[in-house]
């Protein structure tokens, strides 16, 4: 079976590294955020579209980075110091009315000035780091999210792709333990050698092997996704279904339109943009550099475009393998529990149905991930040659 390659790849590309020890944080229920959703976050089960708040409040290195940030800029005590000079200001204007209606003028123009040099002055200073810090935060951000999400999205429909496997591999199992001891029985009989036994063995160990190297990667991934949404490596955490691929968001679907906001949104080009130019040799080397990016840009989101096309229509193509391969399964069902079929020969055709199956469910889950990937594509996350 090949399914097992696939998915050890899914975890020898995971960008976990399950050694790493990471801090626990303390953060508390948003504002904006009800009561039932802040508790669903925390319920044990990770779901599919609780993804990005999942990052936002409980992933360690997304905490991390909101916590360096806020160091780095000392954002908290420029807002506090903000404030407190708007209290100033607003006392020194009471002060000067109050001066201005005893008729003391001096003291009046005096409160005055300072008023209007604080605010012209110190508090539009203020203001405008505060503007800037909080524009280059939520930038900042913006980008840990773009990476860590669709990272997340990655892991989780790996791991539904290594449960999809599951059930083959154990009846794999099941099939070849029968089978050996078929082999040693009819040895006993006469009717088989040792070699066949020893042959029997073979496929029986191959087989254990291939089950436990599902079983590993399952693992594997369910500490990663546990790690990766606040939880340690031995968290007891249940891994939710995988949403169906949207259908309907494929006709919407135009690389020739949608190539306008995958360039607006990637970084490489924000980066390219934001690069001054000291001289005219710089300037053209700027230029070509950004046409360059976006015909990689350009090229890169038609292939993902080719791939969920594709995708598409092995899906459809599994579908109806399915279909047929279901009916076959029901008949032999039928014919196992009446005496018809023996149990080697049960086995074997239960076997044919769960390759199928696991084919529909791999071609179901790589579909979502096409579709996934254009669309993280539309808002800045591709990798470019």
């Known amino acids: 079976m090949k399914a097992g390659r696939k998915i050890a790849a899914i975890v020898l590309t995971s960008i976990i590294s399950m050694s790493a020890a990471y801090p626990s944080f303390a953060v508390e229920k948003p504002d904006d955020m009800d009561d039932t959703t802040w508790a669903r976050l925390q319920d044990g089960k990770i779901e599919y579209d609780e993804i990005e708040n999942l990052v936002i409040y409980f992933n360690p290195n997304y905490r991390q980075a909101v916590e360096y940030i806020d ?4 954002l908290e005590q420029m807002e506090r110091s903000a404030s407190d000079l708007k209290a100033e200001i607003k ?10 209606e005893e008729g003391d003028v001096f003291t009046s123009m005096y409160n005055t000035a300072i008023v209007n040099t604080l605010e012209k002055q110190v508090l539009k200073q203020y203001n405008s780091y505060i503007k800037v810090a909080n524009y280059q935060k939520r930038e900042a951000l913006k980008s840990a999210r773009k990476g860590l999400v669709p990272a997340i999205q990655q892991l989780m429909i790996g791991y539904h792709m290594a449960f999809a496997s599951q059930e083959l591999t154990n009846t794999a199992v099941e099939l070849a333990e029968a089978a050996y001891q078929s082999t040693i029985s009819q040895r006993n009989l006469g009717m088989a050698t040792d070699t066949q036994v020893q042959n029997a063995e073979k ?5 254990r092997e291939q089950q436990q190297s599902v079983n590993n990667t399952l693992t594997n991934l369910h500490q990663n996704l546990s790690i990766m949404t606040g939880g340690a490596y031995d968290t007891s955490v249940e891994i939710g279904p995988i949403p169906a691929p949207d259908l309907g968001r494929i006709d919407t679907m135009n690389p020739d339109t949608d190539i306008k906001r995958a360039i607006a949104n990637n970084e490489e080009i924000k980066t390219l943009r934001q690069d001054s130019e000291a001289s005219q040799g710089l300037y053209e080397k700027k230029v070509r550099s950004l046409e360059e990016t976006k015909g990689k840009i350009k090229t890169e989101l038609e292939s993902l475009y080719q791939k969920v096309l594709e995708s598409k229509t092995s899906y459809e193509a599994a579908q109806t393998a399915l279909e047929g391969a279901a009916i076959t399964m029901n008949g032999n ?7 018809m079929l023996g149990r080697l020969e049960y086995l074997q055709t239960k076997i044919a149905y769960l390759q199928q199956k696991m084919t529909y469910d791999m071609a179901v889950l790589s579909l979502k991930q096409a579709i996934e990937n254009y669309d993280w594509a539309l808002n800045g996350v591709m990798t470019l040659d």
């Open 71 to 74: 160091a780095s800029t000392d």
């Open 91 to 100: 006392n020194l204007e009471k002060e000067a009315k109050f001066a201005e």
């Open 203 to 207: 496929s029986l160990v191959a087989a």
């Open 333 to 339: 069902d039928l014919k196992y529990q009446m005496g």
